[in-house]
């Protein structure tokens, strides 16, 4: 059993930076792979960035060059750095957590991204 617990959210406008974090608690080292999801109002879900336990990463197109995902084993964290912040980011953004073949996922952070 894997709890996530997303912090860092906001109102930021253009232009802008934030930092998500996402803390897990329950067995860190059985999580395979993590990763942020994001869904604005009236879209599907959407990847954002994924990290793998060998730091493999991986970004949406949308994203690449703007944010970057990073994990802390030490301290049961993945953050997520986004920078250059556009209208178009505004949306929940949820951690995930991939153990075996399950999916745990945290409750969302909003971000609001207006001027």
């Known amino acids: 059993q894997v709890q996530l617990v997303e912090s860092g959210g906001g109102l930021v406008q253009p232009g802008g930076s934030l930092r998500l974090s996402c803390v897990a608690s329950g067995s860190w080292f059985s999580i395979n792979a993590m990763g942020w999801y994001r869904q604005a109002p009236g879209n599907q879900r959407e990847l954002v960035a994924t990290?793998?336990?060998?730091?493999?990463?991986n970004y949406a197109d949308s994203v690449k060059g703007r944010f970057t995902i990073s994990r802390d084993n030490a301290r049961r964290t993945m953050s997520l750095q986004m920078n250059s912040l556009q209208p178009e980011d505004t949306a929940v953004y949820y951690c995930?957590?991939?153990?075996?073949?399950?999916?745990?996922w945290g409750q969302g952070t909003q971000v609001t991204v207006s001027s």
């Open positions: 990290i793998t336990s060998g730091d493999y990463t």
């Open positions: 995930r957590a991939t153990v075996q073949f399950a999916f745990y």
